[in-house]
């Protein structure tokens, strides 16, 4: 395979899995951007010829920077991004949750994650900022994220990606103990 075809492969593959991360079929996404599903199937399969806008239009509806859908590199997200479990290979440490949910590959770097546990007792979410890149994935029970000014219920297998430069915490949702696993990437 030509450089320019695993190129444009790895452009379809992302597609692919941006998409189906956020559940959504390639019908619906087909209908969304106004082609027939045979043309938007050919744009997952092969990368090649997608339009420029059709990639800005999923960049946006799937929370992610136009460039990374091109090149692969995670930007720095300004917003949230909520998703579901994802696909990928099972380790020990987290039965029934997936290496892609639960490592950050930060400029070739792998993160690992931390596991919190919240007690419903405990004080409302400190609101903190740092520097990087934070994943936080809920492993049982509710946790609730406070995102500047919005809140998110994030229930067992929820998660959600974003830039810690803005103002957020974390607290209990529910009247049991939460557990989250969080990966930060400085």
Not at 68 to 89: D, F, H, P, W
Request: aromatic share 10%.
């Amino acid at each position: 395979m030509a450089a320019d075809e695993k190129q444009f492969k790895d452009i379809g593959l992302r597609i692919e899995g941006l998409r189906e991360s956020c559940e959504v079929t390639r019908t619906e996404m087909a209908r969304e951007l106004g082609v027939s599903l045979e043309t938007y199937s050919s744009w997952e399969e092969t990368g090649a010829d997608v339009p420029i806008s059709a990639i800005y239009h999923m960049a946006r509806k799937f929370g992610v920077e136009f460039t990374e859908i091109l090149t692969g590199n995670a930007a720095k997200l300004n917003t949230y991004q909520v998703v579901r479990k994802g696909q990928g290979r099972e380790i020990d440490r987290y039965p029934g949750y997936h290496y892609d949910d639960l490592a950050w590959r930060y400029y070739g770097k792998l993160m690992q994650p931390l596991e919190v546990v919240l007690d419903p007792s405990d004080e409302p979410a400190k609101m903190v900022t740092h520097s990087g890149q934070e994943f936080n994935l809920v492993l049982e029970g509710c946790v609730i994220v406070t995102f500047e000014d919005h809140e998110f219920a994030l229930n067992k297998g929820d998660s959600i990606y974003f830039n810690p430069s803005h103002l957020h915490g974390q607290r209990c949702g529910g009247d049991k103990p939460a557990r989250f696993v969080t990966v930060i990437a400085e």
